[in-house]
């Protein structure tokens, strides 16, 4: 019964829905002809705001869902002017072959961009930065899954990282000793140096972690003063959810790693031994989605990917998490 559900809420997935019904409903629009009929014009931009949904739907970032709003909200007068400008030179040149082409062709491109598309695609890149700076703790823990491949070229300014290591300074600490380090890496070779210590995905056997291209763009080591404090752990958790939690609501993804080889990564930045290797944060822009499932009594909680690449997380329902005592 679990599967079926899973399956149907797959299958479901808004973006397949918002793509669909922008299919079903641009074709309505075509068959009744959109030329100066105006339900058959309302039908087509609704259509389009669906598409454009589809298309949008897994950006997270509201500083590029407001680019896009401000390039559509631009893109209706440039493109009525280039538009009208290509139409009258297509008066002048529509005679000359392949040039007058071309200029017909630009001049109705500009048309569907400024008359058709920009408010479409303005409306919807409305929707989502509203939705994406919408900042509620439901769902922002739900955006922060542990993703382990990234667009690797999307680099994470120095800036960025100091900022979530700012949220762990300004949250709870055992006794307030604070006794957690950082070091920070966010370039190519710094980079290259802590790949190799790190372990991903320990249930996936056949994935030996992200290629090339899709590793990490920037991390984050915790590590312990054992000169401040005895033990770490409460605060290395606290301090990951603060770094994590902070990276989603950027628009960034990030898992943690504990599975590490901390004798090379100690090594390899010459780590002084009063320091534990707590946990890396890896951390980029995802290039992965990840989804979250209802885990049924008794079924496995390892996670898992489909035949599309998506990852999926069991996660326990929550009357079975609360003891009735
Ligand atoms: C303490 C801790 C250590 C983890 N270590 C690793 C790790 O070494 N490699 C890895 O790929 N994921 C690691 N993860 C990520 C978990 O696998 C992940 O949180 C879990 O699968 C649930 O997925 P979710 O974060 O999307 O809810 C770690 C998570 C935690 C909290």
Redesign the pocket.
């Known amino acids: 019964m679990n599967a079926f559900r899973n399956t149907l809420s797959r299958m479901l997935f808004p973006q397949w829905v918002l793509l669909g019904v922008g299919l079903v409903v641009g074709a309505v629009a075509l068959l009744i002809g959109v030329s100066d009929n105006l339900p058959g014009i309302g039908l087509l931009y609704l259509a389009l705001v669906c598409l454009a949904g589809a298309w949008l739907w897994n950006w997270r970032s509201p500083r590029e869902y407001w680019m896009l709003l401000i390039i559509s909200l631009a893109a209706f007068p440039i493109g009525a002017i280039l538009h009208n400008l290509f139409d009258a030179l297509g008066t002048k040149a529509g005679q000359i072959p392949v040039i007058g082409q071309l200029v017909g062709f630009l001049g109705a491109f500009f048309f569907l961009a400024a008359v058709v598309a920009a408010a479409p695609v303005g409306l919807a890149a409305l929707i989502g930065g509203i939705t994406a700076s919408w900042k509620g703790l439901d769902r922002l823990t739900k955006l922060?899954?542990?993703y382990?491949r990234f667009i690797e070229s999307s680099r994470i300014g120095k800036k960025v990282l100091l900022k979530l290591v700012n949220l762990v300074r300004q949250s709870a600490s055992g006794a307030n000793l604070q006794p957690l380090k950082f070091i920070l890496s966010n370039t190519p070779e710094k980079n290259r140096r802590i790949f190799p210590s790190?372990?991903?995905?320990?249930?996936l056997k056949e994935w030996t972690g992200p290629a090339e291209g899709e590793r990490p763009a920037a991390y984050i080591i915790i590590l312990g003063d054992s000169e401040l404090a005895k033990s770490f752990q409460y605060d290395a958790?606290i301090a990951?959810q603060s770094i994590t939690l902070g990276a989603a609501e950027l628009g960034l993804g990030a898992?943690?790693?504990?599975?590490?080889n901390r004798e090379r990564l100690r090594e390899e930045f010459s780590i002084p031994e009063r320091y534990q290797i707590l946990?890396v944060i890896a951390l980029g822009k995802p290039a992965e989605q990840?989804v979250?499932e209802d885990l049924g009594p008794g079924e496995d909680i390892e996670?898992w990917r489909d035949e599309k690449d998506r990852h999926h997380?069991p996660?326990r329902a929550l009357e079975e998490t609360i003891l009735d005592l």
């Open positions: 922060n899954r542990s382990r790190l372990s991903w995905a320990g249930y958790g990951s898992c943690l790693v504990g599975s590490i946990l990840v979250l996670y997380v996660k």
